[in-house]
């Protein structure tokens, strides 16, 4: 039964939207959920443009969610919604209230969530409302059916990509995101601004990579989600788009079709050894290349962009696809490789040397399943396991079907190192030792099992939850979100735990960091009605299909 909500963002030069929400939910062919907007049908009657960032007004909390709702749908933008007793458990409803007191607002409208809301701690910059941090916060409103908040954030971080982008005298590319942004409140003239970090303040002036690709991706959630094309439409959103565009299709010295970049320029934003083509990024980049693609207008700029995209997507997948795979029978073939080849017939394509393979990799790797290797350049190849890269992987079908059961395999026989007692490591194995000091450069943050270095991070669950739920295999997810259940709350949600189990709070961790807190509600509703993974997941492109397959040990 649709029933009509009422937005209204009336002062300020807001917008009133009309919202139409249709009940689709008892469809269980997941597939054809996934292809069509799910709930709010939302049609827009005025435009939300507001005034430049200079001009002050105060804020003013809870003017927008004065909305009437439908009776069994939700219940108002402060608690969760009522369904099937889902926000009886009392770890959700925690988190609810947790997830809300972390809302930053500007000029009286929410824009977003603040990355931590811990005060016992020295700030540093988790003050701030992260572009990548914002993900998961963004997807439990849309889930939740507030969609008001994400179309702010997506405006508001659009006018940040125009701003001219300055470290020292060089100037950053046009289409760059921030990684990063805070409201400013001067009390005296009781004005409110915001000020953006595109790397220039961030600790060893990392470039956030992945904040372009996110938004994108984020743009086509909210699209899908709501079923107003009308955001995306805009010329200054189509503007945005390609602008981002333009930075990672720019033709230049490369011979791969991946994405070069610089250590720390994504959610592993220190130096780790991710610099060249880490898969975090590489899948972003596939993932966002598909969203740009459905999201483009078919106007005369956006169909030379499309072209484009189809070109590097088939380029992309078959690179990442042959090269990036590693199972038992490519480990074994690199193992017996030849090195020294010249010219096309060369097998060991990158001379990448078998001497260079780590020990822990053989142990490692089981009988059935698979996954995307760290890193590969020319005679490097980092065997790391890194969970979002393959995650996303998933979500984007840049894995192929049986690549993805196959990563699924992978994390089921390796639970104890991947999951342990905490969902879920953000890259496996720790690095120690001579390998530590010249990888991190003795970064005391990144010791062993700790932080990024091996670390297990909640926010991981939703990625977890919803590759789960893609390859069929929701038993995976129910378990570790019960393994977290059973902490989160009661350690305050902290940003991540230490040890080769997860065993304990992190050294340096946050509490109450948000992405912990938005990660388990995003993997709860996900589970709990698994239509929504539709937000985040894109079906195969049939004609991508590899044309060669280097290996197949999923189907031994
Ligand atoms: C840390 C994380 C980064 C995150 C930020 C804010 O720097 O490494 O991924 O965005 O904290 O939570």
């Known amino acids: 039964m649709p029933s ?63 909305y009437v709702f439908s009776p069994g749908r939700r219940s108002g933008f402060n608690t969760p919604r009522v369904e099937n007793g889902f926000d009886t458990h009392p770890v959700v409803a925690e988190a609810w209230e947790a997830l809300r007191r972390s809302l930053v607002y500007f000029r009286g409208q929410p824009v977003g969530t603040i990355a931590a809301l811990d005060n016992s701690e020295e700030n ?31 405006l508001k971080t659009l006018r940040l990509q125009s701003w001219e982008k300055k470290i020292d005298r060089f100037q950053l590319g046009e289409g760059v995101m ?20 595109f790397g220039e303040s961030a600790i060893g002036r990392v470039a956030p990579v992945d904040s ?22 805009r010329p200054e959103c189509q503007k945005g788009i390609r602008l981002i565009l333009s930075l990672c299709l720019s033709e230049g010295f490369d011979t791969f079709p991946t994405l070069l970049c610089a250590d720390g320029c994504c959610m592993i934003d220190r130096r780790m050894g991710v610099y060249g083509y880490p898969i975090e990024i590489q899948a972003l980049f596939f993932m966002a290349l598909r969203c740009a693609m ?18 590097r997507l088939h380029a992309l997948s078959y690179h990442m696809r042959s090269y990036f795979w590693l199972d038992l029978k490519q480990l074994n073939d690199i193992y017996r490789y030849k090195t020294e ?61 049986e690549q993805s059961t196959a990563i ?66 929701p038993q995976i997810a129910r378990r570790a979100i019960e393994l977290a259940e059973t902490r989160l ?11 080769k189990s997860g065993h304990y709070i992190g050294k340096q961790a946050r509490k109450f960091q948000t992405w912990s807190i938005a990660g388990y509600l995003v993997a709860k509703m996900m589970l709990e009605d698994p239509s929504h993974l539709g937000m985040v997941s894109i079906e195969e492109d049939k004609q991508m299909k590899p044309l060669i397959k280097r290996s197949n040990s999923w189907t031994f």
């Open 4 to 66: 009509n909500l009422n937005l209204g963002v009336s002062q300020n030069g807001g917008s009133s939207v009309n919202v139409n929400a249709g009940m689709e939910l008892e469809d269980s062919d997941l597939s054809r959920v996934l292809d069509r907007p799910r709930h709010l049908n939302i049609e827009r009657q005025r435009s939300c443009q507001q005034g430049e960032v200079s001009i002050g007004i105060s804020p003013r909390r809870g003017d927008i969610f004065d």
């Open 124 to 154: 540093l910059n988790y003050d701030q409302v992260f572009v990548r941090d914002f993900v998961p916060s963004a997807l439990a409103f849309l889930m939740n059916g507030e969609p008001e908040i994400v179309k702010n954030f997506i």
């Open 178 to 197: 921030p990684a990063s942004f805070k409201v400013l409140h001067d009390p005296v003239r009781n004005y409110e601004t915001l000020i953006a970090d």
């Open 212 to 233: 372009g690709f996110w938004w994108v991706i984020l743009l086509r959630a909210y699209t899908k989600s709501t079923g107003d094309t009308s955001l995306a439409e």
């Open 294 to 311: 459905i999201l483009l207008k078919q106007d005369m700029e956006g169909k030379e962009f499309v072209e484009r995209i189809v070109k």
């Open 341 to 401: 080849e010249y010219s096309h017939t060369a097998v060991n394509k990158f001379n990448v040397i078998p001497d260079s393979l780590p020990d822990w990799v053989f142990d490692f790797m089981p009988t059935r399943g698979g996954y995307f290797v760290g890193n590969v350049s020319p005679a490097r190849m980092d065997f790391r396991w890194f969970c979002l890269g393959n995650c996303i992987a998933i979500l984007s079908s840049l894995a192929t079907p």
């Open 408 to 473: 699924m395999d992978l994390i089921e026989s390796r639970w104890e190192e991947l999951v342990g007692e905490m969902p879920l490591k953000v890259c496996y194995p720790a690095i120690d030792n001579h390998e530590w000091r010249i990888t991190t450069g003795c970064d005391p943050k990144n010791t062993r099992w700790s932080y990024h270095n091996g670390g297990s991070w909640p926010v991981l669950l939703w990625l977890l939850t919803a590759a789960c739920i893609k390859t069929g295999r």
């Open 489 to 499: 709350l009661g350690d305050n949600w902290p940003e991540y735990y230490d040890g």
